[in-house]
């Protein structure tokens, strides 16, 4: 098993360029999400998704697209990037359990620089 | 709201001797609580995770954390420090469906 998959590992864009992080599981799970790593803030999250064609907003979702379909891709969209996006984008996975917590399972991260 | 707070930004100890690093939470229902180490350049590791029941978790790596209720607090400890422990550590709290949310991390440094 790769586990968790993210493209790619490093990327600088210019203010208002849109671009997709790519994120891959092949565990079968069902629960994806996406975090922004950002000094001093621990890691926040911006979107999630319980399933194929499910997803919500995080914490801080402006400025990102989501969608989901299939089990095992979860892409992240920027549609006009800003320097505020500057930061390390972890995704991460698990499998969901009605009113259980199970570990997420993150990918190596993609770290984004918005000129 | 949740949140967690991790009071020391950074810590440092000298290798061999014992570590402890702090975590607070608030939570309205039952937490459950995580700690996770990042490695330089790396993504997360489960160190371990506490649900219900005995108090005393025990992670790997030789980690092993404490769950105090009374205190709202989830702190970490290891015995004897590696220098292979040098890293950022995170306290989290499992919220609604399957969504955590992080405090800002500690990060350890150890000296020879």
């Known amino acids: 098993n790769a586990g968790v998959t993210q493209t790619p590992k490093f990327q600088v864009l210019k203010t208002g360029q849109s671009m997709t992080l790519q994120c891959a599981q092949d565990m079968n799970h069902e629960y994806m999400s996406w975090y922004r790593q950002d000094p001093g803030m621990g890691l926040r999250l911006i979107h999630y998704?319980?399933?194929?064609?499910?997803?919500d907003q995080g914490e801080v979702p402006n400025g990102y697209n989501v969608s989901r379909s299939t089990t095992e891709d979860f892409p992240l969209r920027l549609l006009s990037a800003a320097p505020s996006q500057t930061s390390v984008y972890f995704c991460?996975?698990?499998?969901?359990?009605?009113?259980?917590?199970?570990?997420?399972?993150f990918g190596p991260g993609t770290r984004l620089t918005v000129l | 709201a949740q949140s967690v707070t991790q009071p020391d930004i950074h810590i440092t100890v000298s290798e061999g001797a014992s570590l402890e690093l702090r975590c607070n939470y608030s939570?309205?229902?039952?937490?459950?609580l995580f700690w996770y180490v990042q490695s330089p350049g790396q993504g997360l590791q489960l160190l371990l995770k506490?649900?219900?029941?005995?108090?005393l978790v025990q992670g790997i790596k030789g980690f092993e954390a404490e769950f105090k209720r009374s205190q709202s607090s989830f702190n970490l400890r290891k015995p004897s420090v590696h220098w292979s422990d040098a890293a950022e550590y995170f306290c989290?709290?499992?919220?609604?469906?399957?969504?955590?949310?992080f405090g800002p991390g500690t990060r350890l440094s150890v000296l020879p």
């Open positions: 989290a709290v499992g919220t609604h469906g399957q969504n955590f949310v």
């Open positions: 506490y649900f219900s029941g005995d108090t």
């Open positions: 998704s319980v399933g194929a064609g499910i997803t």
């Open positions: 939570y309205g229902a039952t937490p459950y």
């Open positions: 991460a996975s698990s499998s969901a359990g009605l009113g259980d917590y199970n570990e997420q399972f």
